[in-house]
């Protein structure tokens, strides 16, 4: 273990120092003046990610409360993947829609930071704090267009709902606190296997609770129903955001809480998760059926992919365990990369996500009707893409550990979810184009980091086992 204090927050000191020389940056600029804020942006998250590269080998804990183990920080890779496509795909944005760039990317950070500390965190009190730091930043970007009536309700409906959550999970930890004597993950483990605490309705309780405010996090039955309007009202590319960034620090959090702090007690936990990814494989896919907004088709597709994760979480074993991380990295490249198309067809006046505005896309934009193409069957399970991949390992866990019924589940929802996404397919190369206007044209940046997103993609489909290797080794460093 390396000796400095503040070694394990060294990513998100990063981050935050980013974000701070933002802030100042906005605040100094002149009317009219330039400054290249998302480039400042950029450097505080590749430092992000060298520190965190540099901890692999070594590990370090901050105060009893902060650890950088291989887990946190390979989740730590995921959001600095997530943050540096979400600025790139923002330039565009910023500029097209007059959003205030400091505040933006000010924003961008301080939520990343939330999340890295949500991945990081081995005090449930910290859990809880980085969750607020990441919630507030994400409440103000879905309702960043305030001129807007749509968005500004978007922001509303999450920051109420979430603020109940939150609730719901302070609450929790309250109750875990009181029977356990402590809100540090590893010795509440600990003294739950030493005291024999199944059947206590307090600590049952309080797992309930703790269910309840990560479920809201990552969107699962029946605690999604704030997920479509925030993600329709929201800045797309805020959206991609939420989407990913969000989730992996919210499933970062839920794995290490349950699989090792209250993992004595997982024959209680495990069968309400049962019935909760079950639900959400579900509903996601049933009502993502009868959606044309592709905004609110991702977004229920987006619950929809909550619920595989949690089959991993319910597996429980060494296949389980490794597929979550796995499948969370797959996942953020994919959707990063649908989400980005959508954001970079759009308009100032228009989003541009209804189903009809995608008729006839191969012929006025062919580069981004086939990279969307491919992120789309990724999303659908396709090989050779990552989200097969992905697919393939949550449910082999979930046939090893004998939850027969939760794969099948998974399984049947995966091939019915083809449906909404090759109807986009079909729009876009078989139907011909209206008299809407042509989409704008895409900035070299922007395409290349699709190109980049799609490279990786292929790369997990192809070659996963290196990925696999390096999810099992971090999520071991846990236990």
Not at 410 to 417: I, P
């Amino acid at each position: 273990m390396i000796s400095g204090q503040f070694d394990a927050i060294i990513p998100m000191l990063c981050v935050t120092l980013a974000g701070l020389v933002v802030l100042l940056a906005e605040a100094f600029r002149g009317r009219g003046e330039k400054m290249p804020l998302g480039g400042l942006a950029l450097i505080g998250l590749v430092g992000a990610g060298i520190a965190s590269v540099l901890l692999w080998d070594n590990g370090a804990e901050s105060f009893n409360a902060v650890t950088a183990d291989r887990f946190a920080l390979f989740v730590n890779l995921i959001l600095v993947a997530v943050g540096i496509l979400t600025v790139v795909f923002s330039s565009q944005t910023i500029e097209r829609d007059g959003l205030p760039a400091g505040e933006y990317y000010a924003l961008i950070l301080f939520a990343i930071v939330g999340m890295m500390l949500m991945g990081q965190a081995t005090d449930l009190l910290v859990i809880f704090l980085a969750l607020e730091t990441m919630s507030i930043s994400v409440y103000v970007l879905t309702g960043m267009k305030r001129d807007q009536q749509r968005s500004t309700e978007a922001a509303f409906k999450y920051f109420l709902l979430g603020a109940f959550a939150s609730s719901f999970f302070l609450y929790g930890i309250a109750f875990l606190y009181g029977v356990t004597g402590t809100t540090n993950i590893e010795r509440m483990s600990t003294a739950i296997a030493a005291q024999s605490m199944s059947g206590n309705p307090m600590i049952l309780l309080g797992i309930g609770l703790l269910i309840v405010g990560f479920s809201f996090k990552i969107a699962a039955v029946p605690f999604h129903m704030w997920s479509p309007d925030a993600y329709e009202g929201a800045p797309t590319v805020v959206t991609a955001f939420m989407s990913t960034g969000v989730k992996a620090a919210a499933v970062a959090a839920f794995v290490r809480v349950f699989l090792k702090g209250l993992d004595p007690m997982i024959a209680d936990w495990a069968p309400v998760l049962w019935w909760i990814a079950a639900a959400t494989m579900i509903v996601g896919t049933v009502v993502g059926l009868a959606q044309t907004s592709l905004k609110r088709m991702l977004a229920y597709s987006s619950i929809a992919h909550g619920g595989y994760i949690l089959a991993g979480l319910v597996a429980g074993n060494d296949v389980g365990k490794a597929s979550i991380l796995f499948y969370l990295a797959a996942y953020a490249l994919t959707n990063l990369g649908a989400f980005g198309v959508i954001a970079l067809l759009g308009t100032r006046d228009r989003a541009n996500d209804d189903l009809r505005d995608y008729a006839g896309l191969w012929h006025s934009h062919p580069g981004l009707a086939t990279l969307m193409t491919f992120f789309l069957l990724s999303l659908g399970g396709f090989p050779p893409t990552a989200g097969f991949i992905a697919k393939w390992y949550v449910f082999s866990a979930a046939i090893g550990a004998g939850y027969y019924g939760l794969a099948i589940i998974g399984v049947l929802s995966s091939v019915v979810s083809v449906f909404f996404y090759l109807r986009i397919v079909v729009m876009m190369y078989m139907t011909d184009r209206d008299a809407r206007p042509v989409p704008p044209p895409v900035p070299a940046i922007a395409m290349a980091a699709l190109i980049v997103s799609m490279l990786g993609v292929l790369y997990l489909g192809v070659l996963p086992t290196r990925l696999i290797d390096f999810a099992q080794a971090s999520i071991s460093t846990i236990f």
